[in-house]
């Protein structure tokens, strides 16, 4: 039985199907697994790069605290200045101003600039390098002390004196300190190492503060703005500071977006792997019809090269016989044969050429066709055809018309035995024409159904299992139909089923 040939076929079919299955689920899952390791290192590293900043973010507010105590001090100390200036000038007082005066002379870092009415300076003390050698208080000073209201020095005979005074050096430097820490802190967030997309806004997220790892044009866009704050919300919690200068601020933040492409890895790998596997498989498929298609083509027009030669003897020997004074009495059915045979010659030359269709009688040549082989079969077979009446006219070639049916018709003998019924519908819908063949053979098991068309399957003892092919294939790719097994019941028989459109 050939059919073990194709049964081994399929299963190695699937075998190897199974086999590259297997392969490919275990690239996934390794990728998988990879891709998940990598996720959650990078995860472990934003909550670290978290930690590390909320840290930083407490060692900011302690530093804040101790500047703020520090700016206290600082304004205590110019007060106490002021009352020791105060109470040295004035006349009226008999206190003891030897305090006072230390007190005046220990200032080495507080700016103090005394000034009469006019502004003209009277005394300074601990002034920048740009600001020394002045003798008048003029507008750019007094923007420059104008941060503390100016103390008024009234001695109380007529002159007053004003005393100017602004944070002290130390308190300037550290200021200075504190705001590039400030600055530092922020690019860091927003500049971190792991790349984790970072928004800071204010303390009622009205205002963005800055921002890092996320799309500059993306990020005028306020909707794009709240989704991204709702997301980094739910998978952080955000960290809360305080800045000297901004006030309360809030830092959210999630992970990268690399490792939301990779959480995709594998999907888009699998649908990779399936293209590739799926344009490979048509590549394949094309390329071996292709092949086979030339195979049938050459061993087509080499047949019936063959048979001309032969026939064409033949034909000769016949016109001699003809000539004798007494001719032989089966002239006549050697001429029939070899028509046979010259029609078997045109069909295979047919193969493999640019298909020429041509008007034809569908009810003729079925009718001609079916009468031909009924003639050649034992008269236990019944044949029934059921054709409509009048003229049914369609393109197609008739040599490989007849072709088809015969092959049809032979399929079906073999199938039922020693004797059986034939019988063939023609059903015209409009748009299309169906040909019913039924048998009341052994039928077609399910499983061999979708096989029958394929080159060498066969279920006989012997046969090339190319009748069916060859049918597919004229119908298919000469005639534009459909073939197909309509039905089949094993042990009651099978209906093939020709569709041809009009």
Known sequence: MKTNFYTNKKRWKWALAVIALLLIAASLWYTNRLVK????????QVKMWAAAMEQ?????????????????????RVELLANAYRRIIDISSNENTAIY????????????V???????????????PEQEGKTTFDEEMKQAYSKFPPIKIDPGYGIVQWLYYNESLNYTELKAVLEGMIDRFMEEITLNSVGAPVIITNEDHSQILGFGNLDSI??????????????????NDPLQIEFMNTGKATIFYRTSDLVEQMRYYPMIQFFVAA??????????SYARRSEQNQVWAGMAKETAHQLGTPLSSLMGWIELLKMQEEPFVGTHEMEKDIERLQIVTDRFSKIGSVPMLEPTDVNFLIRDTMDYLQKR????FEFEINLPKGELTMPLIPSLFRWVLENLTKNAIDAMGDKGKITLDLIDDGDHIHIDLSDTGKGIPKSQIKQVFNPGF??????????LSLAKRIIEDYHKGKIFVKSSIVGEGTTFRITLKK
């Open 377 to 380: 079969f034992s008269k236990k």
């Open 101 to 112: 005066l230390a007190i005046i002379q220990n200032n080495i870092s507080i700016p103090l």
């Open 275 to 284: 293209l590739f596997i799926l344009i490979a498989y048509l590549l394949f």
């Open 56 to 76: 930083q973010a407490l060692m900011m507010n302690s530093t804040e605290d101790f500047f703020n105590k520090v700016s206290e001090q600082e304004q205590l």
């Open 458 to 467: 066969t279920s006989k003892k012997r046969g090339w299992g190319l009748g």
């Open 37 to 44: 390791s990598i996720a959650e290192q990078e995860t472990r």
């Open 114 to 128: 005394l000034t009469d009415e006019e502004g003209s300076i009277m005394s300074s003390n601990n002034l920048p």
């Open 218 to 235: 993306q990020m005028q866009d306020t909707g794009f703005v709240r989704r991204q704050l709702e997301i980094m919300a739910d998978e």
